[in-house]
């Protein structure tokens, strides 16, 4: 596979969308949309490097599907922990858009709980 098909692998492994890997990146998200789209270009080796640290991969990974021997695993943590965002990124989006009063309100109740 090539950078194309990994990158929307890594994109919907991650539940991200290509605005969120935009904003991460500091790629622009119509030249993402390029790099995924039928007529896909490779990206710079700057926007490469970019656009794998956003998602915690190599760039090796996202050109080949392969990691290089040297590089580990993706700890146990790590993984949990993006199961945990997925689980909860709707309920994460909703409160970023909160009154810095209204998650006051909400950290109480929780902490009633």
Do not use: C, H, W
Not at 18 to 29: D, H, T
Not at 52 to 66: F, M, N, Q, R
């Amino acid at each position: 596979m090539g950078f194309k098909e990994n990158l929307k692998i890594e994109l919907n492994y991650k539940d991200m969308t290509v605005k969120e890997l935009a904003f991460a990146s500091g790629v622009n998200k119509r030249t993402i949309d390029q790099y995924l789209s039928a007529a896909a270009k490779m990206p710079s080796a700057e926007n490469a490097v970019k656009i794998a640290i956003a998602l915690g991969v190599s760039v090796e990974y996202l050109v080949t599907g392969k990691n290089s021997a040297a590089q580990t695993q993706t700890s146990q943590d790590e993984l949990n922990q993006a199961r945990r965002y997925k689980k909860f990124r709707v309920l994460i989006q909703k409160a970023e858009r909160l009154t810095p009063l209204q998650l006051q309100a909400i950290e109480q109740l929780i902490n009633l709980m």
